[in-house]
């Protein structure tokens, strides 16, 4: 059996971003298909942080379909774009499932320094715990004592317990008590927090094979979700953590912070050409309800209009 406690539609996403692709005012009406028209939208989705590979694909793909006669005008323009991306975004929408059946049901979080990770554990832990889930956290950031605190005091704010050790304690010996504590207390969720780490460095990925093992040491099928999280600032270096991470861990999953400020939307876009990862959240805000389950079509509409 499994349980889909992430399944609710956002609402109200249009106005949240901070930058989208602006389409609408662009393609409204019935302009004529010509090279200054095309010009325009690739300099939109470049500046967007759609990405060159993925820019050039859809504007190759407008251009054949206007030869061809399928696409006469801007309107019509608008409407593949939309399709298009709809259908790109298609293979990342599977939402977080927690397999009844797994007790506890592991998610490992990993991510670079200062992409909101500890903060985005916090909120997917009231939101589960919301959906009627038993959590435990593990302050697996051994190195930061401010991660530590701020672990703990998200537990506190959600009645949820935190599983911690001294600073500069192993990481991995963290992940065992609280694999350990799990299990005994049959905890439904547990989340376990990593220290931010470069993707450059070799040794550091090591660690989190480290705790990945120990935790798979206590159960072959754990961790159940290897969870990534990424910040939209970093525009198409998200890319380049993604696939390093990948790499060392096996990342399942995304959540995609801070795009309600400076950052460009279109990176949603890029990771999906890449990857096809499942997008679980996106965050457009500093509230726990501003972590949003994603949506593609809601994106979609927010990203072609804002």
């Known amino acids: 059996m499994t349980n889909t406690v992430m ?6 996403l249009l106005g949240k971003l901070g930058h989208g692709l602006g389409l609408a005012g662009l393609l409204s009406g019935k302009k004529p298909i010509n090279a200054a028209l095309l010009d325009e939208l690739e300099t939109l989705f470049l500046t967007a942080d759609v990405g060159i590979e993925l820019t050039q694909d859809i504007i190759d793909a407008i251009q054949q379909g206007a030869s061809r006669n399928s696409l006469t005008d801007s309107a019509a323009v608008y409407d593949f774009i939309k399709t298009y991306l709809l259908e790109l975004l298609a293979p990342c929408t599977r939402p977080l499932v927690i397999a009844k059946q797994a007790t506890p049901f592991v998610i490992m979080t990993v991510g670079v320094n200062g992409v909101g990770k500890t903060t985005t554990i916090g909120k997917l832990s009231a939101r589960l715990a919301q959906a009627g889930q038993s959590v435990l956290l593990a302050a697996g950031d051994t190195f930061r004592a401010a991660a530590v605190e701020q672990l703990q005091s998200w537990g506190k704010r959600n009645e949820i317990p935190v599983i911690s050790q001294p600073i500069g304690s192993d990481a991995a010996s963290v992940a065992h008590d609280a694999m350990e504590s799990a299990t005994a207390k049959s905890i439904n969720v547990l989340i376990i927090d990593t220290a931010g780490r470069q993707h450059t460095s070799t040794d550091l990925m090591q660690e989190l094979v480290k705790i ?3 935790i798979s040491k206590k159960d072959v ?8 999280v990424l910040d939209a600032g970093t525009g198409q270096n998200a890319l380049t953590q993604l696939t390093s991470f990948k790499e060392a861990v096996n990342v399942t999953g995304i959540i995609i912070t801070k795009l309600d400020g400076t950052a ?7 990771i999906a050409k890449k990857t096809g990862v499942p997008i679980w959240f ?8 501003d972590l949003r389950p994603f949506d593609a079509g809601d994106y979609i509409d927010a990203l072609l209009t804002s």
Do not use: N
Request: charge should be positive; charged fraction near 30%.
């Open 264 to 270: 460009k939307a279109g990176i949603v876009l890029a």
């Open 282 to 289: 996106i965050g457009v805000g500093e509230g726990t309800k």
């Open 221 to 228: 099928t754990a961790p159940h979700e290897v969870l990534l």
């Open 7 to 12: 399944d609710t539609k956002p609402k109200g």
């Open 212 to 214: 990945r093992d120990v």
